[in-house]
């Protein structure tokens, strides 16, 4: 086991211990590379930790992780956490999907509750909106073929076989180049069935008529099939668990130790330099942050990043970056009359609205809550809950905000979440704030160096989205022996994208080893 | 894939949608060429707003010392431009500072709340306020050496005691115990610089009359706050006219606040703690209506409830990996390993002292340890994986723990 010594060369270098640094770690570790994993924090797991206030331990972003699946239909990441790597997390179902509320929906307040499961999902819709079933169908067929499609491009390794992909998924070529409000339209979709099945796209961060649809479709199709899960104790339970897994397989951690250059030499990685001084020789770096934060200040020396790379950069758009009200109220889940998991809450119907809203300071028209308890019940002592009220923000929406008025900001911004939260689901949670913590996006600047405080990768629209980043891959990669994981990989952004951009980056970097690139 | 095709055609004509697919990565080279080749800025605004609320470290200079009492002084900071702070971070009346100093060849820190208040912050200065005690091994550092010129280093502003609109009441009951008072005083000035909308009663203990730390200065604080701020001193060693005399209880409290309409806030020594528990508790009130401020380094660890009396006493070796060093240490059992690192110069990581924030978070590979259970303020998954939080852990026997090197700021 590793005890946090550390060399002068290794084989890999993995440069933050996000989701996807971990994976790149411990995946490279347990294929007996030599790995240093490097954190400019203390803790693990960025975004994806946790933080004690009072008697209660909250989560800092996470609201589920799809694609998991529980242990007798295991989906991608459960194989990935606890087959491939092994490490030791226990994880709780989410009870619902979601519950969605309009309430200035075209023909009336929308409010629909929707289950997990493809036919429980298909019925409740019906329910909510008689008529709609065909159309509901079709759209889960379509992502299923999305999802099966995706599957035989990973597993031919970059060389699909052309006709198999006509013939077998056409559908979801003729819809690579769509987004999600196109397919829904050429489905013919009643109206409040598109809001409804269209709930989830926040958790993309673009209104539905620029986001990809082949990405949401993934993405949609894995929820209702695979269901969604939590770790039991917060995020930090399974980062923590991959810091022990990698010890274990001999890897290298060090925190508090920031990455201050990454040595090029003729277009290639030679090394790296932290803020202790450190310099470490190697040929391979997995970088888990944005090629916009290697590209303007880590690559040294700075003429080593091509033209071409910043004009990659400048084509495409952070995402947003997201601001939270967490609270620990004393009094149950039964006491408040909270229900529910996920709440969905949107004050204008508009996605594409909603959007550009999140641009501007102002009161925020949209929200995820979550009220954790309803799915891990003793996650706080009893008779109490934890509650988190999301919404998302441009970083550039917080420039100008001066030190001076940022507590009563965020204060004020959170006060106009909690009053809509209260007023739309019909409940009180006011009187029975026991701790509250704001983060914005300072505050994820601060923990984590992301850039302008985003919590996303690059925005997935049409051209920018998994499948033309995949396709487009080995081209756009400017310094040779240098790979990205994390949400600004190519899987885009979100839990279970991230953790499996650090298998993609760390089975790539160990081919480029194996074969002495 | 189930059985049922679908033919999806977005255009009329299902091959124009394969035209668009093979048009998707000429398009994105198209819109890459396009793209300006502009070098990105290394920093960004939001990350720079991190950087001004959240420094990593401010120079310091001390501008002034002012007699308090007979053992206590106010430090007036001043940023040090010269090396680079061009200003002092804002913060939330309440807050404290964590502090660095490098005595005798060991780095150590403390942490101390800021006495003055945010206005007094952008108008380009800190206080803070320090009681020397017998054996205080920093108190004493300080009052010995601090004098006008001389050069700190502190962090950010931290902690989380102070008032929030969303979750307190509007009327605040304050419990000082001695230097306690420190936060009180930039909460009190807050008021009234109009930063702070609520009123403030303060309970306010000190031993003797002389040993009140503000007593002119809270006192023209009340009297220019036009109701809303009461200050209640309460001598415990001697009986005055006009002072109360004793312990802060219960009962006092309700002598002159409605409890039903406050909220709580109190800081002071582990003793007054611990005696306030008792008193507070007949009170029944609802745990979010009172908020302790953490108390620093836990004394006399032996004598809490649960300590295994076997380890009382003995000295211990701990086996410290941090960085490429690896040593063997001394650990005493009544002294916190934070101690025993910095004693041996090992330059650890830290902030709170008091189990909190976790910035000395570090793995324990083996041996048994005691931590107090109402400050173990880890996280769950810590417990689980056997991270500890050092500052509030104390060796039962010969330990091997890795610890992180401390941030270069």
């Known amino acids: 086991m590793s ?130 079933r065909e159309s509901v169908y079709k759209f889960i067929r379509l992502c299923e073929e999305v999802v099966d499609a995706f599957t035989y491009l990973g597993q031919s390794r970059g060389n699909p076989d052309k006709k198999v992909l006509t013939s077998k998924y056409g559908n979801f ?146 995402g947003f970056s997201a601001f939270v009200v967490y609270l620990g109220l004393d009094k149950s889940p039964q006491e408040l009359g909270l229900n529910e998991y996920s709440y969905f809450i949107y004050s204008t119907p508009d996605t594409n609205d909603i959007y550009d809203a999140f641009h501007r300071l102002e009161r925020p028209i949209g929200q995820a809550t979550v009220c954790l308890n309803n799915a891990v019940p003793d996650c ?89 980043r995949m396709m487009t891959m080995n081209e756009e990669k400017y310094i040779k022996g240098l790979e990205f994981a994390g949400g600004f990989a190519f899987r885009c952004h979100g839990y279970s994208s991230s953790l499996q951009s650090g298998e993609t980056a760390a089975l790539l970097t160990y081919k480029d080893i194996m074969e002495g690139k | 894939m189930t059985g049922d095709r679908i033919n999806i055609k977005i255009k009329p004509l299902g091959i124009l949608d394969l035209l668009a697919f093979k048009n998707l990565v000429p398009g994105r080279k198209k819109r890459i060429q396009k793209a300006p080749a502009t070098v990105i ?17 401010q120079h310091l200079i001390v501008g ?124 009190a000035k807050s008021i009234l610089e109009g930063d702070l909308d609520i009123s403030l009663t303060l309970f306010y203990g000190s031993n003797r009359k002389d040993e009140i730390i503000f007593k002119d200065d809270l006192a023209a604080l009340q009297a220019a706050s036009g109701g809303r701020i009461k200050v209640v001193h309460v001598l415990a060693e001697e009986k005055v006219e006009g002072f109360e005399h004793g312990f802060i209880t219960a009962g006092l409290l309700k002598k002159y606040v409605d409890l039903d309409s406050c909220s709580i806030f109190i800081c002071g020594p582990q003793a007054m703690y611990e005696h306030l528990d008792s008193e507070l508790a007949k009170l029944e009130m609802r745990r979010k209506f009172i908020r302790k401020e953490v108390f620093g380094e836990i004394k006399n660890v032996e004598r809490l409830s649960g300590y295994p009396a076997e380890a009382a006493g003995k000295n211990f070796k701990m086996l410290v990996h941090m960085g490429k060093r690896t040593v063997e240490i001394d650990a005493a059992a009544g002294e916190s390993l934070l101690v025993a690192l910095e004693r041996a110069g090992l330059c650890p990581p830290s902030v709170c002292r008091s189990g909190s924030c976790g910035v000395c978070r570090s793995l324990l590979i083996k041996g048994d340890v005691f931590i107090p259970a109402d400050v173990d303020g880890r996280r769950q998954a810590d417990k689980k994986f056997g991270y500890i939080h050092p500052c509030v852990t104390f060796p039962l026997g010969n330990l091997e723990i890795v610890v992180p090197r401390r941030k270069v700021r």
């Open chain 2, 64 to 187: 002034e010392v002012r007699e308090e009492t007979g053992d206590v002084r106010t430090y007036r900071l001043l940023p040090h431009k010269e090396k680079g702070t061009e200003q002092l971070a804002y913060f939330r009346p309440g807050q404290y500072l964590s502090f660095t100093f490098e005595v005798e060849g060991a780095t150590v820190t403390r942490p101390y709340s800021i006495s003055s208040s945010p206005q007094e912050a952008l108008a380009g200065y800190y206080e803070i306020t320090v009681k020397r005690s017998d054996g205080g091994f920093i108190s004493n550092y300080i009052w010995n050496n601090w004098t006008v010129g001389s050069e700190v280093e502190a962090g950010g502003p931290e902690g989380q005691f102070y008032y929030d609109n969303l979750r307190d009441r509007r009327h605040i009951v304050g419990i000082a115990g001695g230097s306690g008072i420190t936060p009180f005083r930039s909460m």
């Open chain 1, 3 to 132: 005890k946090g010594g550390f060399s002068d060369s290794y084989d890999a270098v993995v440069v933050g211990a996000g989701n996807g640094g971990l994976v790149a770690a411990a995946t490279l570790a347990a294929k007996g590379c030599k790995t240093l994993l490097l954190e400019q924090h203390n803790l693990p797991g960025g975004f994806a930790s946790s933080f004690v206030r009072g008697r209660f331990e909250f989560e800092p972003s996470l609201h589920e992780v799809s694609d998991f699946g529980p242990p007798h239909d295991k989906g991608n990441v459960r194989i990935l956490l606890e087959d491939k790597i092994g490490i030791d997390t226990e994880w709780f179902p989410v009870p619902e999907a979601y519950r969605l509320i309009i309430p200035h929906e075209k023909g009336g307040r929308l409010d629909a509750t929707m289950p997990f499961g493809e036919e429980e999902y298909l019925a409740k819709m019906e329910e909510y909106v008689p008529g709609s």
């Open chain 2, 41 to 57: 800025g290394s920093l960004q605004p939001v990350n720079a707003l991190a950087c001004k609320l959240h420094p990593a470290v």
């Open chain 1, 173 to 318: 070529l003729k819809t690579a180049s769509y987004s999600l409000q196109d397919v829904l339209d050429a489905l013919k979709m009643p109206y409040r069935a598109q809001k409804i099945i269209t709930a989830y796209w926040c958790y993309l961060g673009v209104g539905v008529k620029d986001l990809s649809f082949s990405i949401f479709a993934a993405m949609f199709y894995r929820y209702i099939t695979k269901q969604a899960f939590i770790p039991r104790y917060r995020s930090h339970e399974f980062t923590t668990a991959l810091d022990m897994k990698i010890r274990e397989l001999g890897g290298d951690i060090l925190y508090n130790t920031r990455v201050e250059k990454i040595l090029v030499e003729d277009g290639r990685v030679v090394g790296v330099e932290t803020s202790h001084g450190d310099r470490i020789k190697t040929n391979h770096v997995i970088a888990n942050t944005s090629p916009h934060t290697v590209y303007s200040r880590l690559i040294h020396p700075r003429t080593a990043v091509l033209e071409i790379a910043w004009k990659t950069c400048n084509a495409r758009k952070v």
């Open chain 1, 380 to 468: 706080s002592p009893e008779g109490t809950s934890i509650v988190y009220l999301t919404t998302l923000f441009s970083g550039d929406a917080w420039k100008n905000v001066s030190p001076a008025e940022y507590f009563k900001l965020k204060n004020r911004i959170a006060e106009e979440m909690i009053d809509e939260f209260e007023k739309v689901v019909n409940v009180n949670l006011r009187d029975s704030i026991e701790e509250i913590e704001v983060a914005t996006p300072a505050t994820f600047a601060r923990y984590t160096g992301a850039f302008n405080g985003g919590i996303y990768g690059y925005e997935p629209v049409v051209w920018d989205s998994v499948l033309p």
